[in-house]
């Protein structure tokens, strides 16, 4: 990328960014060295309400990059570092945490539990084995407490005939455990943080872009599983020219943004009339859509053909009348009906 002059955002992964990696990128903050700048969404005409509740924290570093290219040239850039963290995010992770923990906790105490047909936890190797498998199984581990003691019981069996009287012991382990505070708050601390890289310049694209770029990252991945899906179907295949991948991967981007564009025209007038369009599921004729995709109208379309035929040495056109629903999508595309009619004239 850095060779033809283009830019990318996107996360690094746990294997690029590693959690004591940005455990260590991130202490500054925890210990308030350095404060994360706060960031919102922006309006509809694309500013920045300050009065706004911050939708990310995030600050940024900027490293030097070196690789080689395809020729083995070497090639130097910089490379921002943007480190961000999603409120949003981070409450959902914490709502899934703490009854996790809960979880957990309930799960170590039933081991004590007397039942019937429920093995008993006989010493404190079983209990600390048994407790650390649920923590596992919680993915809590670190963040509950677990005590385990062995409880001595010792009761005197009676003289019986020539038997003498004992001592029997007997031993059972115990198990309790209790979340901790200060492990869980320190976890909630770390949640929600994702590291972020670009070559784009701060001039380009400044931090507060940059989150609201990424949160529109699903509209490309939907472009891009649209071309290698069944919409526009690149598939692998094999060209002595490389220049012909080039330009068939021109002509499916160009059908790409008029797909695009098509869903985007149908879902903006479908808006601001506040309607819904029914009749384009299969199999469900009367379910209601106001975000039709441009796959489910292009399968309402089927059955429509022209067909031309000579009878005679005279040709005959038949186009097939459309019914309601077609009709109806063609005026949300802002399409002409008459751009229909003609296809026989």
């Known amino acids: ?25 991130l202490d500054p903050v925890w210990s308030g060295v350095r404060e994360p700048r706060a960031r919102r969404w ?17 600050f940024e570093d900027t490293v030097e990059r070196h690789t080689s290219d395809h020729s083995d040239q070497p090639r130097t850039w910089q490379e921002r570092r943007r480190v961000v963290r999603s409120l949003a995010l981070a409450a959902r992770q914490e709502q899934r945490l703490r009854p996790r923990g809960a979880r ?12 019937q047909g429920k093995p008993r936890v006989l010493d404190e190797t079983a209990a600390s084995q048994a407790a650390a498998v649920l923590l596992a ?88 599983g649209r071309l290698t899906g069944r919409a526009l179907s690149l598939t692998p295949l094999f060209l002595q020219d490389d220049h012909r991948g080039v330009g068939l991967l021109w002509l499916l981007r160009i059908a790409l943004r008029v797909v695009v564009v098509m869903q985007c025209v149908v879902r903006r007038n479908l808006q601001r009339a506040g309607a819904t369009l029914t009749g384009i599921s299969p199999g469900q004729p009367g379910r209601q859509t106001a975000q039709p995709t441009t796959e489910m109208r292009r399968s309402a379309l089927r059955g429509v053909t022209l067909s031309r035929i000579k009878i005679d040495g005279k040709r005959h056109e038949h186009l097939t009348p459309l019914n309601a629903v077609q009709k109806r999508i063609l005026a949300l595309m802002e ?11």
Do not use: F
């Open 42 to 58: 922006p309006t509809a005409d694309g500013a920045w309400d300050e009065t706004d509740a911050p939708v990310a924290l995030g």
């Open 137 to 224: 199984k919680h993915r809590v581990a670190g963040l509950v407490h677990v005590t385990v003691t062995t409880d001595v019981h010792a009761h005197v069996k009676r003289r019986y005939g020539t038997r003498p009287a004992t001592t029997v012991r007997s031993e059972r382990g115990r198990v309790h455990a209790a979340s901790e505070e200060g492990p869980l708050t320190a976890a909630v601390q770390r949640l929600g943080w994702r590291v972020y890289a670009t070559k784009h310049t701060a001039a380009e694209m400044g931090l507060a872009q940059g989150v609201a770029a990424y949160r529109s990252e699903y509209l490309i991945a939907q472009g891009c």
């Open 1 to 25: 990328m850095d060779a033809h002059g283009d830019a990318s955002l996107c996360p690094l992964s746990a294997k690029q960014r590693p959690a004591a990696d940005l455990a260590r990128v």
């Open 104 to 115: 957990a906790v309930t799960a170590i105490h039933a081991l004590d539990e007397r039942k």
């Open 335 to 345: 399409v002409p009906r008459e751009s229909y009619d003609k296809l026989v004239t």
